[in-house]
């Protein structure tokens, strides 16, 4: 079932080359690190140059204090495209990421002075990336997940509440922070998973759309049983997959 009316707002992507650099030079600069500050002012021009940019609800992002931001994903595009987009609308986003990115000597350094969030899955470390995630939180930073842990098992691209982890909805039930969800859209033609190198000519369009805080007021203060936090993970995959609709401009199957 298509979405027509999904395509025709506005949105807030710049338009022309002065607009672009206008946008260059107003995103925040202190706090990101000069490693990921580099690799932000390398791969900005991508996205501007080469993507076709949809940006919508971008003032669902607070401008200041602790937020959550959930987001789909289908491609290695997804943390350039939706990093500048998140600094366009004047948040740096901190990731959550495997911890086997440290590994990796350049990305290390961009991780370490971005103070972004590395995850030990299946090993004695396990629960330092929530904790880290609570002190950054707490902190007043903006902490960027994706919350099924990888790309998107679905052939067509659809958010899974079967795939999704928990950690987000504990953080989020933990600290009262707001969750705001991201539904983003056409990477997977910028850099498909299985391509070695991006596809920049023709330039392809991406969406991204952002929803309001995902309500989890009821749950707050609750205990975090198993049954209350498939619901507050239920509640944000199900948002996620409202405005990926609105990129998409069709309904997701039942």
């Known amino acids: 079932m298509l979405i027509p009316e999904a395509t025709h707002d506005a949105g807030t992507a710049p338009r022309g080359p002065l607009a672009k650099i206008r946008l260059t030079l107003r995103t925040p600069k202190r706090g990101r690190g000069f490693w990921y500050g580099l690799a932000i002012d390398v791969l900005w021009p991508f996205v501007m140059v080469f993507t076709r940019s949809g940006w919508f609800g971008g003032s669902n992002i607070p ?81 960027l997940v994706f919350p099924e842990g990888t790309f998107t098992a679905d052939p067509d691209g659809w958010p899974s509440v079967k795939q999704a982890k928990s950690g987000i909805a504990r953080l989020a039930l933990a600290t009262g922070v707001p969750v705001v969800p991201i539904g983003h859209w056409g990477t997977q033609n910028v850099l498909p998973q299985k391509a070695k190198l991006p596809r920049l000519l023709p330039r392809k369009r991406v969406v991204i759309r952002t929803g309001p805080p995902v309500d989890l007021s009821d749950l707050l203060g609750r205990e975090q049983t198993r049954d209350v936090v498939a619901e507050a993970t239920r509640r944000i995959m199900d948002a996620i997959t409202e405005q990926l609709e609105l990129a998409r401009g069709e309904k997701a199957p039942n």
């Open 63 to 143: 401008a200041e204090g602790p937020v959550l931001i959930a987001s789909n994903h289908v491609s290695f595009a997804d943390p350039v495209t939706v990093t500048a987009y998140v600094l366009a609308h004047g948040r740096i986003p901190r990731y959550l990421a495997k911890a086997g990115l440290w590994q990796i000597p350049v990305v290390r350094s961009v991780l370490a002075g971005g103070r972004h969030i590395p995850v030990h899955r299946g090993t004695s470390k396990a629960t330092d990336a929530y904790r880290d995630a609570v002190k950054s939180l707490e902190s007043g930073e903006c902490v």
